[in-house]
Every structure is written in structure tokens, then in C-alpha cells.
């Protein structure tokens, strides 16, 4: 049986890619070179690279990377849309909370709750920032944004979904965010790329600062920052924030 991030990702790329969120790609690779110091040399993975909007970026601005995802249809339409703009990008099928890697990126990225946070257990979770732990150098860097759960304590996670939905694009009803879990259920609804309407009932975690930092040191990773994720904006100045819908976490494998 499928887990609903695969149903929602299966025959869902070219939809994916003209979603809101989508938006901010250039700004967030700006973000990402600034943050390896424009090193062409770097070695970067992108973890959940869905239609592989940033992988392409980067890869156009000289970057060698390598993107993996647990979607064919995702993968599918990254390599065509890779192809059309000349770009060599190495797309992978993998499961990200058992990654091959060990110890040859420079830079791991997830972005956009790419894998992180969707499992349906804290341990998959876990699994996957172990996973990205594995692949990097010493001394490399992983960047990812991920749910904030300071939000849905002040807000309403389906009011701000509604807020930021343009007409015809997917959306999030019946939300239920339970206290215990930090995680969010609730019934979304998207026309895929054959122009059906789906349903899907999905299982979200949201994460707090000091879980984050607990986890990541517990792996090995210092220097640990977390800010406040402002879509195509991403900044070292945005402290996080109770109204931040999403928090973007920097952290350093130990030397």
C-alpha cells in the first residue's frame, strides 16, 4: 500500500511545479551559493529534489549535483525539464531514509519538506537526517526548511494553506493538529497531471527548535542555526518567529 506522499507525488510534476510555493527557487539558490562562498568545487545533494527545481538552478550556475527522490513521475519530468536546459544533473531514485552515500557531499539541501518532514514515524524522520549525516563530508554543510511547530500553537495551519492557495491549486481541509504528536492531519485535495481531482488524507510532523538542535547534535552537526524560512528569501537575519509557517535550519558536520 502506498504512503500518501507517494500517492500525492505520483503523476504530479508538471501541477507541482506551477504551485505557490514553487516560487522562490532563484532567491533560495542565491541563499544556498552565498552560503558555500560561491564555490564551484562544491559537491552538492539534494535530498527529495522532486521536479528538481533547485538541482537545475544550481547546475546552471556551474554546480555539480546530485539529486534523489523516491518519485519516478518527479524524476521523470526533473530529467526533462534538466535536458531543455542543457544541464548535467545526476537524478537518482532512492529512498532518502536509506541513502547510499557516505561521506562524499560538500553541501546536502532539502527544501520545501522534501522528504523530511512526511514520514509517518519520527523514527523515518530521524533516518532520513541520518542519512543526509552519512553523505557529507566532515566539515560539510546541510541546509533544510522544515514545519515549524511554534505556528499551529498560535495559528491555524489550514488558514494559512488557504491564505497562500491560488484558484485551481491544491489545498488543505478538515486539519487536525494533535497536541501529543505535533503532527498535522488533514484532507488534501489537487487536480494531477491528467486533470483529476484527488484526495488524499495527509500526515505531516511539525518540529520545534530544540528538537531540531537535540537531533542534529545528536548526530555530529554543530554550529547549528535556525531562522525563520521566508519563501525565496531565505536570510541569516530572520529570526524565527511564531507567525514563520516553515523555520530554515543551517548546520555543520564536525570536522
Not at 15 to 39: H, L, R, V, W
Not at 99 to 115: P, Q, R, T, V
Not at 214 to 239: C, E, H, M, P, V
Amino acid at each position: 500500500m502506498k504512503q500518501w506522499y507517494q500517492e500525492l507525488f505520483d503523476n504530479y510534476a508538471r501541477k507541482y511545479d506551477s504551485e505557490s510555493f514553487t516560487a522562490g527557487t532563484m532567491g533560495e539558490c542565491d541563499f544556498i551559493e552565498a552560503e558555500i562562498a560561491f564555490n564551484k568545487q562544491c559537491r552538492i545533494l539534494d535530498i527529495g529534489c522532486g521536479t528538481g527545481r533547485h538541482s537545475i538552478e544550481l547546475a546552471r550556475r556551474g554546480y555539480h549535483v546530485t539529486g534523489i527522490d523516491l518519485s519516478e513521475s518527479q524524476l521523470a519530468h526533473a530529467g526533462e525539464k534538466a535536458r531543455e536546459q542543457k544541464v548535467v544533473i545526476d537524478f537518482q531514485k532512492q529512498d532518502a531514509r536509506n541513502l547510499s552515500f557516505s561521506n562524499e557531499f560538500d553541501l546536502a539541501i532539502m527544501l520545501c519538506e522534501g522528504a523530511f518532514p512526511l514520514m509517518e514515524t519520527d523514527e523515518m524522520n530521524f533516518a532520513i537526517l541520518a542519512g543526509a549525516t552519512r553523505a557529507l563530508k566532515k566539515g560539510g554543510k546541510f541546509i533544510f526548511t522544515t514545519l515549524n511547530g511554534l505556528f499551529p500553537l498560535f495559528h491555524s495551519a489550514k488558514d494559512f494553506i488557504a491564505s497562500s492557495t491560488a484558484e485551481g491549486k491544491a489545498t488543505s481541509e478538515q486539519s487536525s493538529f494533535d497536541l501529543m504528536t505535533f503532527r498535522d492531519h488533514n484532507i488534501a485535495t489537487f487536480e494531477d497531471d491528467s486533470g483529476r481531482k484527488k484526495e488524499i488524507a495527509s500526515d505531516e510532523r511539525y518540529y520545534v527548535p530544540s528538537e531540531i538542535t537535540w537531533l542534529l547534535q545528536s548526530l555530529n552537526f554543530t554550529n547549528i542555526n535556525i531562522y525563520g524560512a521566508k519563501l525565496g528569501a531565505f536570510s541569516r537575519k530572520d529570526r524565527l518567529m511564531t507567525e514563520d509557517f516553515e523555520m530554515l535550519v543551517i548546520a555543520e558536520k564536525k570536522s
